[in-house]
């Protein structure tokens, strides 16, 4: 059984910054892409930012410069680093994984439960 945790939401000032982190947990034989995604209410559930197993990285135009993401591959964790948050920045924080949990099985998408993230003064 596989799971991945959030944890490092909060509430934060704008201008603030955040670091969220995800770690993926149990029978996992290898991770391709792993990602951040974000969903505000009424909104639908958007990219955020991704990374690939080799580090190569990509990022929502509305987080470019602003947000960092990165990952322990012997840890199979991945990091969100958020800089000068904005009040629109708020939503509920998804990570995911693209894993497979033994050699015979193919690749499949793992969610998190999600971390709330609140920009407000």
């Known amino acids: 059984q596989v799971q991945l945790v959030e944890s490092g939401g909060g509430l934060v000032q704008p201008g603030g910054s955040l670091r969220l982190s995800c770690a993926a947990s149990?029978?996992?034989?290898?991770?391709?892409?792993m990602g951040w995604y974000r969903q505000a209410p009424g909104n639908q559930r958007d990219l955020v930012a991704a990374?690939?197993?080799?580090?190569?990285?990509n990022y929502a135009d509305s987080v470019k410069g602003r947000f960092t993401i990165s990952r322990d591959n012997a840890k199979n964790t991945t990091y969100l680093q958020m800089n000068s948050l904005k009040p629109e920045d708020t939503a509920v924080y998804y990570c995911?994984?693209?894993?497979?949990?033994?050699?015979?099985?193919?690749?499949?998408?793992?969610w998190g439960q999600g971390t709330q993230v609140t920009v407000s003064s």
């Open positions: 995911n994984a693209d894993l497979v949990t033994d050699k015979y099985s193919t690749y499949r998408i793992y």
């Open positions: 149990g029978s996992i034989f290898g991770v391709k892409t």
């Open positions: 990374i690939t197993s080799g580090g190569s990285t």
